[in-house]
């Protein structure tokens, strides 16, 4: 299947401060782009989906200031959390699909800890 | 939107019996149904999938059924080992176009005792 990276893997950082996580897709071209949140023992929850060259689609009830999602090429999307709170902390992951394949390919995720 | 349904929550087998996971969903035009395995800490991984205009699939020790007039789909694990321990997910895709979003079941918990 393909392979989907994402980094860091792990980050701590203090309230306030602003986190970038890379989401790529390295054998393949993504046309499109997702990015989800899970809580310890909980499901996936679609946060929003990118597609490259225009604006990101977010789910109702996420803040699309807070969490930034740029999809600049086919390869790569990033999402940054702007001035975290420790309610930020969670494991955020990305998949990465195309318009033809209904397969998703996961990253394999961030853990974010806001102190 | 779509909305699915997975049960049970948490499910405890001795090693070598069978394990099945049940999911419903609301958007008869939801076409494409993946069942993810996640182990701790790790991403979701795609363990077997079917299409709407498939009845059942089966990949050695994993089966998946779709029923399209009732809207459920379940995975059936038969030959349980330790090593298939782990939360699994369905998920339900209506695609077509740019935007193939996945909703995901809550999730089932999958003990197999040895």
């Known amino acids: 299947g393909a392979v989907v990276s994402q980094h860091p893997s792990r980050v701590i950082c203090k309230s306030g401060t602003s986190v970038k996580i890379e989401c790529r897709s390295l054998?393949?071209?993504?046309?499109?782009m997702f990015w989800y949140r899970q809580f310890p023992k909980k499901s996936l929850m679609l946060m929003a989906t990118s597609n490259e060259g225009s604006k990101a689609t977010y789910e109702q009830g996420v803040e699309k200031d807070k969490f930034l999602i740029n999809h600049a090429s086919l390869t790569l999307s990033t999402l940054t959390v702007t001035s975290a709170h420790p309610e930020d902390s969670s494991f955020y992951i990305c998949?990465?699909?195309?318009?033809?394949?209904?397969?998703?390919?996961f990253g394999p995720g961030t853990r974010l800890t806001v102190l | 939107g779509e909305n699915v349904e997975q049960h049970p929550s948490t499910l405890s087998v001795q090693e070598g019996d069978s394990a099945v996971i049940k999911c419903t969903y609301s958007d008869s035009a939801s076409n494409y149904f993946p069942w993810y395995k996640q182990e701790l800490g790790k991403r979701p991984q795609l363990i077997i999938d079917i299409r709407s205009n498939v009845g059942e699939k089966k990949d050695q020790r994993i089966a998946v059924t779709l029923n399209k007039t009732a809207k459920h789909f379940s995975l059936h694990i038969t030959e349980t080992q330790p090593e298939d321990s782990a939360v699994y997910f369905c998920?339900?895709?209506?695609?077509?176009?740019?935007?193939?979003?996945?909703?995901f079941g809550t999730g089932t918990l999958l003990a197999v005792q040895p």
């Open positions: 998920a339900a895709l209506r695609g077509g176009g740019a935007t193939n979003k996945l909703i």
């Open positions: 054998d393949f071209q993504a046309t499109t």
């Open positions: 998949s990465a699909g195309t318009v033809s394949y209904n397969e998703q390919f």
